[in-house]
């Protein structure tokens, strides 16, 4: 009897808390929805640039291949869009042999790049030569070392040995960012390093911020002439220092203990820091102005910082439908990864963030703001 009592108390407590049964049928649904559309997206589609001297080579072969293939007239037009990142490598002949540029901050990019090289070769070669055949073997396998870190083409170029006649055979591969050596968590690092920040600082200052508000705390300040412009700026300034603390440890450790590459100014990585760490901070008060206590608050995880981690970067968006990767713009969290991947695997500067770093700043603005309305239904004088 005792136990159907236990049972029966904890029944009505779920019957009580609609939000939070709500919240554990559709969150599992949201986030296994989210991981079907990222996983089960198109293939990628490669954006090669192609010189004019190359594409009278082979850029019918390129062509025929599953590529985006787009034609500059001159080197410096095909070097500036790469810099752009306006395609994802550029193919050229250099002293008469073949030559592969790729961007190489994103791997999915530079293995499909890749492949539809290594296809455009086996593509070249005379189709009745058996050493062709042999040939074609050798540099198919070519894409077995890639490892997942843009090391796409340092397989075994053995059996390229014999492809003389082939102009793709033995292209030479250069890279704009990174190299052939770069790990997987040299290119995700930086994507990473802002997520961890950002659900960290988030998770922290939700739930210390509700704790002062059913501990009654924010009760008494709010009946003082205190103004709720004030009470959040203070609280802003109080718990940013220690989740401020909390970014930067983060971020040192990764690049200066796990050595993550690192190829722009620390500087701007602080300031990216700063700032990622103060929106998840008021994103994290605001939210848990709408939850009654912990549990609840833990709950928005899936709601708010999962589909971000989706939408990060973390995963090619390009694969994705256009109405999910066009939901990436209203993602604090993509703003700064993408900043963090600019900064650290790119080495762009101020020109190259700006546009993040204001759009962060600008949401860090709009939940401290949110925030401050929010207070208006706890002042009970």
């Known amino acids: 009897m005792r136990i159907r009592a236990v049972i029966l108390r904890t029944l009505r407590q779920f019957r009580r808390?609609?939000?939070?049964?709500?919240?554990?049928?559709?969150?599992?649904?949201?986030?296994?929805?989210?991981?079907?559309?990222?996983?089960?997206?198109?293939?990628?589609?490669?954006?090669?640039?192609?010189?004019?001297?190359?594409?009278?080579?082979?850029?019918?072969?390129?062509?025929?291949?599953?590529?985006k293939v787009i034609p500059y007239p001159s080197d410096e037009q095909a070097e500036q869009a790469?810099?752009?990142?306006?395609?994802?490598?550029?193919?050229?002949l250099q002293g008469g042999k073949p030559a592969v540029k790729l961007e190489g901050s994103d791997p999915t990019a530079s293995r499909a790049v890749?492949?539809?090289?290594?296809?455009?070769?086996?593509?070249?070669?005379?189709?009745?030569?058996?050493s062709a055949a042999?040939?074609?073997?050798?540099?198919?396998?070519?894409?077995?070392?890639?490892?997942?870190?843009?090391?796409?083409?340092?397989?075994?170029?053995?059996?390229?040995?014999?492809?003389?006649?082939?102009?793709?055979?033995?292209p030479e591969i250069s890279y704009l960012h990174g190299s052939g050596d770069m790990s997987t968590i040299d290119h995700i690092g930086p994507v990473l390093i802002g997520f961890f920040i950002f659900f960290f600082v988030f998770l922290i200052a939700g739930v210390a911020f509700l704790r002062e508000r059913?501990?009654?705390?924010?009760?008494?300040?709010?009946?003082?002439?205190?103004?709720?412009?004030?009470?959040?700026?203070?609280?802003l300034g109080g718990f940013g220092l220690f989740t401020l603390a909390q970014a930067l440890l983060i971020t040192w450790y990764s690049i200066k203990v796990l050595g993550i590459v690192m190829t722009g100014s620390f500087g701007y990585v602080l300031l990216l820091t700063l700032l990622l760490s103060m929106?998840?901070?008021?994103?994290?008060?605001?939210?848990?102005?709408?939850?009654?206590?912990?549990?609840?608050?833990?709950?928005?995880i899936p709601i708010i910082i999962v589909p971000?981690?989706?939408?990060?970067?973390?995963?090619?968006?390009?694969?994705?439908?256009?109405?999910?990767?066009?939901?990436?713009?209203?993602?604090?969290?993509?703003?700064?990864?993408q900043a963090m991947t600019d900064v650290m695997i790119r080495g762009q500067g101020w020109s190259g963030i700006a546009a993040d770093l204001w759009s962060l700043a600008g949401y860090c603005v709009l939940f401290t703001l949110l925030n401050i309305a929010a207070l208006r239904k706890h002042r009970k004088i």
């Open 214 to 235: 059913t501990s009654g705390t924010l009760e008494r300040l709010l009946a003082s002439p205190i103004r709720r412009s004030e009470l959040v700026l203070g609280y």
């Open 82 to 92: 790469l810099e752009d990142n306006k395609i994802d490598a550029v193919v050229s």
């Open 114 to 130: 890749m492949s539809v090289i290594q296809n455009a070769a086996a593509s070249l070669l005379p189709a009745a030569s058996p």
């Open 279 to 300: 929106t998840a901070l008021t994103l994290g008060m605001l939210m848990s102005a709408y939850a009654s206590n912990e549990l609840q608050m833990i709950q928005f």
């Open 134 to 170: 042999a040939n074609a073997d050798g540099s198919a396998s070519a894409s077995g070392n890639g490892n997942g870190n843009g090391n796409v083409y340092n397989g075994n170029r053995n059996g390229n040995r014999n492809g003389n006649g082939n102009p793709l055979a033995q």
């Open 308 to 337: 971000q981690l989706f939408l990060s970067g973390l995963f090619n968006l390009d694969t994705l439908p256009d109405w999910l990767a066009a939901l990436r713009f209203i993602m604090p969290l993509y703003f700064g990864a």
């Open 17 to 67: 808390d609609k939000r939070t049964v709500a919240l554990m049928f559709i969150a599992p649904l949201l986030v296994l929805t989210l991981m079907n559309l990222v996983f089960n997206g198109s293939a990628y589609v490669p954006r090669i640039g192609i010189t004019e001297g190359a594409a009278d080579t082979f850029g019918e072969a390129l062509t025929t291949q599953n590529a």
